[in-house]
């Protein structure tokens, strides 16, 4: 059964500052990685998507890489703001399945 | 497009009612995802369409969990009766193609006293 863990559970960092989540599988014969970001209260919105055939994604500040065999990916916030303030959420894709499988997220603050 | 629309956006009910929650995909995908979240279990599958008919629902609690898509725009999911740990953010989701970017509605928060 895959599973998805992210670390840290929680980030509190100054306005500025570079950072890195992490996420990891165990299962790594996955079709696609997800990030999404939720804000408190509110649905899921998809930062990036990336297939497993790619290392690495690009949209604006963000950044996500992917290494399928060792299981692991990485999102990096550059000059983080306040209202990168959220809960930043991973998501595999089974070659054998349908289904998402989430990680349980890391809560992230950004400080003024 | 308008995205993912779910109504009601809050549900506060009593043990033992019905409850009906609502979900329009956006237009043109043709798979449907129904989730539940908790802090306990996070983000969890309860149900997908494939043009309307149901693929999976292996994810779904029990019998007193039931979900319908009788058209490409609406789709429900319905407890009945409804318990006090069925309390959740129910979200409905949708994507052109199973392998495709999901997009999530705002989410139904249901509370069960």
């Known amino acids: 059964k895959q599973e998805v863990t992210q670390i840290p559970a929680a980030l509190s960092v100054p306005e500025g500052e570079n950072l890195v989540l992490n996420c990891s599988f165990t299962?790594?014969?996955?079709?696609?990685l997800q990030w999404f970001r939720q804000d408190p209260g509110k649905g899921l919105t998809s930062l990036l998507l990336?297939?497993?055939?790619?290392r690495e994604q690009t949209s604006g500040r963000l950044n996500a890489s992917l290494d399928k065999s060792s299981g692991r990916s990485t999102l990096y916030i550059a000059a983080s703001q306040p209202g990168d303030s959220a809960t930043y959420l991973c998501?595999?894709?089974?070659?054998?399945?349908?289904?998402?499988?989430f990680g349980e997220g890391t809560q992230l603050t950004v400080n003024p | 497009d308008a995205g993912v629309i779910q109504s009601p956006r809050h549900e506060v009910t009593e043990m033992g009612q019905e409850v009906t929650l609502r979900c329009k995909p956006i237009?043109?995908?043709?798979?449907l995802f129904w989730y539940r979240q908790t802090m306990m279990r996070g983000l969890e599958l309860l149900i997908y369409?494939?043009?309307?008919?149901?693929?999976?629902d292996s994810g779904m609690p029990e019998d007193r969990f039931s979900a319908k898509m009788p058209n490409a725009s609406f789709s429900t999911l319905k407890i009945q009766p409804s318990e006090p740990r069925d309390s959740a953010v129910y979200f409905c989701?949708?994507?052109?193609?199973?392998?495709?970017?999901?997009?999530f509605g705002p989410g139904t928060r249901l509370t069960v006293l």
């Open positions: 989701a949708s994507s052109s193609h199973i392998y495709n970017e999901q997009f």
């Open positions: 299962d790594s014969a996955i079709y696609n």
């Open positions: 990336i297939q497993s055939s790619q």
């Open positions: 998501a595999v894709k089974e070659t054998s399945g349908s289904r998402l499988t």
């Open positions: 237009s043109g995908h043709d798979y």
């Open positions: 369409f494939n043009n309307n008919v149901p693929i999976d």
